[in-house]
């Protein structure tokens, strides 16, 4: 019942910039968390940027730091992460993640996830 669906990524030019989408269903949007994974090839998947129940609190990684924006608007169930002055090295499919919220800044299991969109860099 409870969907993530993840859009947007494609094949971008280094430099460039990209949106990604994140729409869910079947859950209380505003009582969740929302994360943005990212899966290199041969890599764990990792936390890029999540956001609170409310947008209030952030959390980015530093290689994200500066160049990617995550937001929400939880009257849309909508989770976006803007993402500019890509990087080959941001190559990777990126996922969005719901988790109660509650658990900011801690290492509690994310409940939820999409099925990813590829996001391609080139030089």
């Known amino acids: 019942q409870v969907q993530l669906v993840e859009s947007g990524g494609g094949l971008v030019q280094a430099g460039g910039s990209t949106r990604l989408s994140c729409v869910a269903s079947?859950?209380?949007?505003?009582?969740?968390?929302i994360g943005w994974f990212q899966q290199a090839p041969g890599k764990e998947r990792d936390v890029v940027v999540d956001i609170s129940w409310t947008g209030g609190t952030t959390y980015y990684k530093d290689s994200a730091k500066g160049r990617f924006t995550i937001s929400r608007d939880n009257a849309k169930n909508t989770a976006w992460l803007q993402m500019n002055s890509l990087k080959p090295e941001d190559t990777a499919v990126y996922y969005c993640?719901?988790?109660?919220?509650?658990?900011?800044?801690?290492?509690?299991?994310?409940?939820?996830w999409g099925q990813g969109t590829q996001v391609t860099v080139t030089s």
């Open positions: 079947g859950l209380t949007f505003s009582n969740y968390d």
């Open positions: 993640a719901a988790r109660p919220a509650g658990y900011f800044g801690s290492d509690v299991a994310w409940n939820y």
